[in-house]
C-alpha cells in the first residue's frame, strides 16, 4: 500500500525559509516521478516542483523558481522541498505526489498535504 506523509509545514515570516519532506513507502521509489504541489484557498491546485527518475532534473512552477529547490534521496525514499525566500502568496497546503510506474501503466499517488503559512 503506497504511503507518502509530508512534514515540515509551518509558519513563516515573510522572506524566511522552511524545509518540506515526504517520506514515501509501499512502492518502488526509485522508479517514481516526485513533484510537490500546492492548493491555495480558492485556487487550483498546481505544481511547484517535480524531480525526475533517473538524471533527477527538475522543473519549477514560474512563481518559486530560483526561491525553491526540489531534491530527493532514493536510499530514504523521500523527497524534500526546500523554501527559501517566502511570501505571502506562498501560504497554502502543500501536497507530495508519486508517479508510480507499474507495470505498464503509471499511477498517481498523493499525500495528505502539510499547511505552509507566511505571515508576519
Known amino acids: 500500500q503506497v504511503h507518502l506523509v509530508e512534514s515540515g509545514g509551518g509558519l513563516a515570516q515573510p522572506g524566511g525559509s522552511l524545509r518540506l519532506s515526504c517520506a514515501a513507502s509501499g512502492f518502488t521509489f526509485s522508479r517514481s516521478i516526485m513533484s510537490w504541489f500546492r492548493q491555495a484557498p480558492g485556487k487550483e491546485r498546481e505544481l511547484v516542483a517535480r524531480?525526475?527518475?533517473?538524471?533527477?532534473?527538475?522543473n519549477y512552477g514560474d512563481s518559486v523558481k530560483g526561491r525553491f529547490t526540489i531534491s530527493r534521496d532514493d536510499a530514504k525514499n523521500t523527497v524534500s522541498l526546500q523554501m527559501n525566500s517566502l511570501e505571502a502568496e506562498d501560504t497554502a497546503v502543500y501536497y507530495c505526489?508519486?508517479?508510480?510506474?507499474?507495470?505498464?501503466?503509471?499511477?498517481?499517488?498523493w499525500g495528505q498535504g502539510t499547511q505552509v503559512t507566511v505571515s508576519s
Open positions: 505526489k508519486a508517479q508510480v510506474l507499474q507495470g505498464w501503466r503509471w499511477n498517481d499517488y
Open positions: 524531480i525526475a527518475r533517473t538524471n533527477d532534473s527538475t
